[in-house]
């Protein structure tokens, strides 16, 4: 299937920003949407781009540009309970809704 | 509020076992989704069923079947357990999307299955 990539780990500091970048190597998708997963807990839904732009949902936004197949999550005003992973998935174009999921980015906020 | 629930959050089976997971959802969803969860990997597709009967095979579907006899309840099957089957396994529902829209998956709260 098609591969989403995302870095792996980002560390910051309370109240800096943080950008998790997510590259993905064909086109296809309806959209990209992003969840966030703390540990031990379930997967929740952040936001879903489906066109090029950004979309604000408070302190997080979500961007996407089909033409560079690339889009990324800004997380601002970071707190300590915004450490977790975020998965970017890209919708399948199909019927179903399925998704295809990058491999998650780890956020440690420090103090 | 809506809900997803898995039957284990923690289970230990021995090689050769056949494991049951299971996986009930009270919003109504056509759509019921398996993942198996690996660090580094993300969240892989094993099956997903689209109505009651109706199964799909995802990206990792080998050494694993699914059940859907209501529409609430999704069980994940693994016939003869091997260690490489040891993971974490998430269950998941949503509404089918509206032509090339998107509705979000909801998720339960995962069951770590280890395999001995």
């Known amino acids: 299937g098609q591969s989403l990539e995302q870095p792996s780990e980002v560390t910051a500091v309370e109240g800096a920003i943080v950008q998790i970048n997510c590259t993905y190597q064909?086109?296809?998708?309806?959209?990209l949407s992003w969840y966030q997963q703390h540990d031990g807990g379930a997967p929740t839904f952040l936001s879903y781009n489906a066109l090029d732009g950004l979309e604000e949902t408070g302190r997080f936004s979500s961007f996407l540009s089909r033409s560079d197949s690339y889009g990324y999550l800004l997380l601002q005003e970071l707190q300590m309970k915004d450490s977790a992973s975020y998965f970017c998935a890209g919708a399948l174009p199909d019927s179903w809704g399925k998704l295809q999921f990058g491999a998650g980015t780890q956020v440690v906020v420090t103090p | 509020d809506v809900k997803v629930t898995q039957s284990s959050r923690y289970l230990v089976k021995r090689t050769g076992e056949k494991v049951f997971l299971e996986c009930v959802q009270d919003?109504?969803?056509?759509?019921m989704f398996w993942y198996r969860q690996d660090p580094g990997l993300g969240l892989r597709l094993i099956y997903f069923s689209y109505d009651v009967k109706m199964k799909e095979k995802g990206d990792i579907p080998e050494g694993y079947s699914v059940s859907r006899e209501k529409k609430e309840r999704f069980s994940l099957i693994l016939e003869s357990a091997s260690t490489n089957q040891t993971s974490m396994y998430l269950c998941?529902?949503?509404?089918?999307?509206?032509?090339?829209?998107?509705?979000?998956?909801?998720f339960g709260p995962g069951t770590r299955l280890t395999v001995l």
């Open positions: 919003m109504d969803h056509e759509n």
């Open positions: 998941a529902s949503s509404s089918p999307p509206r032509g090339r829209g998107f509705n979000e998956q909801f």
């Open positions: 064909t086109s296809g998708f309806y959209g």
